[in-house]
């Protein structure tokens, strides 16, 4: 298959994650009091408790504190891993949700062949995770989450509209860089990586501080289509 992720690998690049984490363990529980209201994670979450099969292996992907997406996961009977980048995040998630199985690592670790082997996975949530990646990297993620599903399985996926990449903003009394695209490139990048769109919705959110800017949140549900690496 061909795709834009096959025109840069990991080996092309060279990772810069710094801050992004620190961000995160500085803002601990103010992450989510500034997000008090997650209706889109919750609605994704539910979509794939009713389409998976009891006991499913899912990742929750920039899992944050745990909350609302690995715990309702867990609660539906599913074997929940957690992966963050940030040490404060993934020990929130530890205390918010102890069925889960957590790591603190980096997306990246994941990709084919990476340090970390976590093995394959029924569906996959990443949740405003994937944006805090340089543009170049969305794509290489994109397979990565591929090669983490069985053939068939279900991915759902939340980005801000933005036409941005690795743009620094100011974000709850810290600094971030994040990347976007707007709704047309998102889905040509998406299904690009070899992944089924089988459903999309949008919210309009503005956050319950003024430290961080309204936005709009796509939702997309996906299906991993075969290909050559499964
Ligand atoms: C905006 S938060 C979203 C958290 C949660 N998914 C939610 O929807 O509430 C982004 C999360 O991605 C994590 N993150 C950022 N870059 C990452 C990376 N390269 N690998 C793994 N996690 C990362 C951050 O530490 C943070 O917890």
Known sequence: MSSSADKVDYDDMRLDRTGQAEAFDALGERYDEAFPHKEGQVASAEWLGASLAAGSRV??????????????????????????????????????????????????????????????????????????????????????????LVPGGLFALSMVEADVDDFSIPFIGENIRVSGYLRDELRDVVEGAGFEITDESSYTYAPATADVQPEVQIFLRCRRRPADDS
């Open 59 to 148: 990742l929750d992907l920039g899992c944050g504190t745990g909350t609302p997406t690995a715990r309702q996961l867990a609660e539906a009977g599913f074997e929940v891993v957690g992966v963050d980048l940030s040490d404060g995040m993934v020990s929130l998630a530890r205390q918010q949700v102890p069925a889960g199985e957590f790591h603190r690592a980096d997306i990246a670790d994941l990709r084919p062949g990476g340090p970390l082997d976590l093995g394959r996975f029924d569906a996959v949530a990443a949740f405003f995770s994937l944006l805090m990646l340089p543009r170049a990297e969305i794509p290489l993620a994109l397979r990565t989450v591929h090669h983490l």
